[in-house]
């Protein structure tokens, strides 16, 4: 087997195959630049790479006479032996492809600190789910915290989901489902499960309608990582925070709730809500 002769069982390195299309090097990598014990690496698109063998993890490549066929593309090969080479990296055209490079680095056991620093780029962490199960695979826990607050928004439970999910180590999947549950039942706890269903003013029956309209809304916040908008202006703006507050005792015409008491609780809710771990 080409893994035993060339080292670790998890290098990417692909069995030969017959190919129609005759390779070619990659700029960057040329016959012109070689030495006497380059190594010649072919991706699965047929692109040759030529390089000299100390660049490479010694537990995977030896000098060989012959091209090595690695198991990956050369939008996720090039990438890698750019920064091997100590060349500038062209930014990634998208996060697939990202990540591709930075698992066939980790099977090769190359740095992987300058990939690393690019996890968190705006545009990959509009897909957080994806940066969390890569964060996860490879043990950044920074920032699979981070990815995890941002999938606060997302319904886990959605078939679009699916794949990525199944794709994560298990205590991954596990960890992620708790921190989304663990957030909606702390906040229900706290704020309490119903209201005080009697006037603050005269003691007259309440219906307490209002409130968990209220809270229902707080909630559904909660649970998409909102907490910010909780308490803030933004919330005096929703149509149930007016209907709660403007709500008035049948009896006595007084304020059925009291508000200052009331965004009290809500605020030691919002502060006391479980982080990821």
């Not at 990417?12 to 016959?31: D, E, G, R």
């Not at 941002?150 to 999910?165: F, N, P, R, V």
């Not at 309490?192 to 309440?206: I, L, R, S, V």
Request: hydrophobic share 40%; charged share 20%; glycine share 6%.
């Amino acid at each position: 087997m080409i893994h035993a002769a060339y080292g670790l069982e998890h290098c990417n390195l692909a069995s030969p195959v017959m190919s129609t299309t005759v390779p070619k090097y990659h700029p960057a990598f040329q016959v012109g630049q070689s030495l006497d014990d380059d190594i010649n690496l072919l991706s699965s698109d047929d692109v040759l790479y030529r390089l000299p063998v100390f660049i490479l993890p010694p537990q995977c490549f030896t000098p060989s006479p012959s091209s090595i066929p690695i198991d990956a593309s050369s939008d996720a090969l090039t990438p890698l032996l750019l920064m091997l080479s100590g060349l500038p990296v062209p930014p990634f055209p998208d996060f697939e492809i990202y990540s591709q490079t930075v698992l066939l680095a980790q099977s090769w056991r190359a740095p992987l600190c300058s990939l690393r620093s690019g996890l968190m780029s705006h545009r990959f962490m509009e897909d957080p789910l994806a940066v969390y199960a890569l964060a996860s695979r490879c043990g950044w826990d920074a920032e699979a915290v981070v990815a995890a607050r941002k999938t606060l928004s997302l319904d886990l439970y959605a078939e679009e989901h699916a794949a990525i999910l199944e794709s994560m180590p298990a205590g991954a999947v596990v960890r992620l489902f708790q921190y989304h549950r663990a957030r909606r039942d702390a906040f229900r706890e706290i704020i309490g499960q119903g209201f005080d269903e009697k006037c603050k003013g005269c003691g007259a029956k309440a219906d307490g309608g209002e409130w968990r309209t209220l809270r229902a809304r707080m909630i559904t916040e909660i649970e998409n990582g909102n907490e910010e908008g909780v308490c803030s202006l933004e919330m005096e703006e929703w149509s149930e925070s007016e209907a709660c507050w403007g709500a008035k005792c049948k009896e006595c015409g007084g304020a059925v709730y009291d508000r200052i008491a009331t965004l009290r609780r809500i605020r030691e809710a919002v502060a006391g809500l479980p982080t990821f771990r």
